[in-house]
């Protein structure tokens, strides 16, 4: 048994199952649904505690998200395919993804000592909780941050074995691996940027907070998600269309990640699902602070200048926020934003893609950039 979980049972495939163009997600939701609970059952069988480890990370996966990834991925697809081609053959590299976005959340919480997500408590809280609760020995913080750093783990593995079920020409599954793996180093080299920001703030800027931007969320959120399902319809996609993908992901997923900058400080935890003022708590240099503290009056700037270190005080996170919005940091980011939005689409003008999935993706852009979660 243990030997087949390692091994991911490389020659099945999951059934396939007819798919309308307009439910891709649940079609998604399905296929991450039946492969996680045979991977559940399965570590549930070597050992019940592994059960309950592996369920933590089925209930994060499955506990709702946007689905971003696989939605730009099947329209990178659908862009260069016939129209009449069947989505089910890609609907296990589509699922892979959030796989994939799944482990980057756990980790981003624990490294953030986030308490909630997606509504409910982060996962490493989950596991601290079950560690004090059961009165076991050592710290309950250490062990929920070790159990949550191996739940991610688990789900990067379980991305790569859902991903190698794909039912496609081994030079289609090739290519769309190699983009894949690009999309996780980006990804990884992005969130020590971003961990290395917090430690160094004097030396940030606007110009590297918009640099970690690019790395750890544009490029797994939307570019690289456009190129692996491009790369999914074949080996030998159009350099045109590749292009195209590379400039509307690179600017609509900046806009997304500014977008997050403010959502983190001003959205509302009953609809994002996580506390708001993590980044000012930390003094993380997002694009949002950057531009705040380039603005800011002497006064503002004496304020700005107590994030680090900040009390996790909902009195102190509200009055940042308010002298942020105030240096006029706010109004700018909204304008980056749209900018990129219209950059963004004008790259999907002329390219040689289908038009429903151009039509598709100037929606994505609007609907992903300006959202309230």
């Known amino acids: 048994m243990a030997n087949d979980i390692l091994a991911g049972h490389p020659r099945r495939t999951l059934p396939l199952q007819a798919v309308r163009r307009d439910d891709v997600i649940g079609a998604v939701e399905g296929t991450l649904a039946d492969f996680l609970a045979g991977q559940t059952a399965a570590l549930d069988g070597v050992d019940p505690a592994l059960g309950g480890f ?47 976005h799944a482990f980057a959340l756990v980790h981003d919480d624990v490294m953030d000592d986030s308490a909630t997500r997606r509504g409910h408590p982060a996962v490493h809280r989950v596991f601290a909780a079950q560690h004090e ?30 991903l190698a079920r794909a039912p496609l020409a081994p030079a289609t599954l090739l290519a769309a691996r190699a983009c894949y793996d690009r999309m ?76 997050d900058d403010l959502l983190g400080v001003y959205g509302d935890p009953a609809v994002t699902g996580k506390p708001a003022g993590d980044d000012l708590r930390t003094g993380k240099p ?12 002497p006064a503002q700037r004496a304020v700005l200048n107590r994030i680090p270190g900040l009390a996790p005080d909902t009195g102190d996170v509200d009055q940042l926020a308010r002298v942020i919005a105030a240096t006029g940091a706010v109004a700018r ?15 999907l003008a002329d390219a040689p893609i289908h038009p429903d999935a151009r039509a598709a993706l100037t929606r994505l852009a609007v609907t992903a950039t300006h959202r309230p979660a």
């Open 133 to 162: 609760s059961a009165g076991r020995r050592g710290a309950s913080v250490h062990f929920g941050q070790s159990a949550a750093v191996l739940v991610g783990d688990l789900m990067l593995v379980w991305a790569d074995q859902l």
């Open 54 to 100: 592996a369920r933590a990370a089925r209930d994060l996966v499955l506990a709702g998200g946007k689905r971003l990834r696989p939605t730009f991925a099947y329209w990178g697809w659908r862009g260069a395919v016939d129209a009449a081609e069947a989505v089910d053959p890609v609907l296990p590299a589509l699922a892979a993804l959030e796989l994939m």
């Open 184 to 259: 996780r180093a980006e990804a990884v080299a992005g969130q020590y940027l971003d961990v290395l920001g917090e430690a160094e703030p004097p030396k940030w800027s606007v110009e590297r907070a918009l640099r970690v931007a690019r790395l750890k969320t544009a490029g797994y959120t939307v570019r690289h998600p456009l190129q692996f399902g491009l790369a999914l319809a074949g080996p030998a996609g159009d350099p045109a269309a590749q292009e195209a993908y590379h400039r509307f992901g690179t600017a609509v997923g900046e806009a997304f990640q500014l977008r």
């Open 286 to 297: 997002t694009v949002l602070l950057m531009l705040a503290r380039q603005l800011a009056t």
């Open 333 to 347: 980011v909204e304008t980056l934003i749209r900018h990129r939005v219209a950059e963004g689409v004008a790259a």
